[in-house]
């Protein structure tokens, strides 16, 4: 009895998934299989889709091309709409592709009384390769860095910082260090940057000129796009680039959302919508990653740190370990900021808050009031900046995004530290440290330390939480 009593509820147990199974139709459960699916890979495939629309934006708005530069020769507006870009600094990147180029060189000129720069190199995943500059593997005395394609199995010349990255594409973020936002100085930086050399390995001996393209002027959005146009990204990714041995589970995933190494992408419209549904919830879900998963950098404080533990780890190893692959983390990551660091607190170091100090989020149409302390223990400078809470770009519209110890013009108070304002409309007497933010948006700070100290990790220096101001000290209603 016992026995035939087990066999009746397992019978009744599976009769009840059957029952359950048949409530839904083909149709019904191919389309829950491409939104499931499609999260997945929206999340999977982030980082490279990332890497994808700043390429993209090059090749179709400027007459850049790969294996050169494309540059900004002042410092960054909001016609720039890559992810939380630093507006205190003159960008250059080298979108690299050794498919037909064969090895590729990207020299760096020494750091010296004219100039100095941050460099970091990824991979099209955006795994980081190495750093340049004087916190990278050149030490500041410049070097050679050698980009060899996948499985390059030739002897490599002596004198060079060789580099394995394992895709054929991938780009070098450059950040030419600024003294100040003067005429002069800018110009002085950009002169620097354009020291800079790009040439194939195959040209070493008599190396061509490079090509500098001026993007200053361009609206280079790279914002990720949460609708189906994302798996059009993805799909260019795949027909170009090698799959990585890790990724291998994804190659079925991806064919059954159309796309497919060798095979155009064309999806129907009942898998356009499905995409497009899947692509929605994707945002919801990094998002509220975004806004609860970063760590805090200081014991009850709104100050974060833009990585998880587990991503920097992964990041410094190259994802080499067998036994981790933290996808989620550089998912929701890559939603919000683009390049990675091989070394991160030695050239930069980054702090985001999305709040104010009360535990509010930050209202464009508000004023706050974040002040930093005396003596930041940065060997370069520090700034501040806001940005889009919606996209994580530079405000659109706004005359400028940022202060920072490079501006000379702004007011000190009595005891060493700054008052730096975020709002519609600057206090009275502040403009000079004054942010301006859009009524109509919310908005994020991060804070930069260039080249940080011991003090700044140690925390024996902390940078307070952005409080929102009143009438009387501002002058500006709420």
Known sequence: ????????????????????????????????TIERRAIEA???????????LM??????????????IVFWSRPLDWHNQTLTPNPDAIYLMMFFNTKDAGPVVLEIPPAGSDGSLNGNIVNFWQVALEDAGPSGADAGKGGKYLLLPPGYAKPVPKDYIVLRPSTFGGYALLRSNLKS??????????????KVRVYPLSYAAAPPPTVFTDAANVVFDSTIHYDASF???????VQNEPWQPRDRAMIDVLRSLGIEKGKP??????????LETGAREAQAWLEVRYDTGLPPFYPESRWVVPAVPELIAATQNGFNDTDKYPVDARGFTYTFAFVALKRLGAGQFYLVSLRDKEGNPFDGGKTYRLTVPANPPVQQYWSLTAYDRQTHTLIREMPRASRSSQIPEMQRNADGSVDVYFGPTAPAGKESNWVPTDPKRGFELMFRAYAPAKAFFDKTWKLPDA????NESTGVKQ
Not at 467 to 470: A, G, L, Q
Request: charged share 20%; glycine share 6%.
């Open 1 to 32: 009895m016992k026995m035939l009593f087990i066999a009746t509820v397992a019978f009744a147990a599976i009769a009840s998934q059957i029952s359950f199974a048949q409530t839904w139709t083909p149709e019904q459960l191919t389309q829950r």
């Open 42 to 52: 929206m999340n999977w495939g982030m980082s490279a889709v990332n890497t994808d």
């Open 55 to 68: 390429l993209q934006e090059m090749l179709n708005k400027t007459s850049g091309k790969v294996n050169q």
């Open 181 to 194: 936002h003067g005429d002069a100085d800018v110009a002085k930086s950009v002169a620097y940057g354009k």
């Open 231 to 237: 798996f059009t990204s993805l799909d260019r990714v």
């Open 265 to 274: 992408f064309k999806p129907d419209a009942g898998t356009k919508a499905a």
């Open 467 to 470: 409080e929102k101001t009143s």
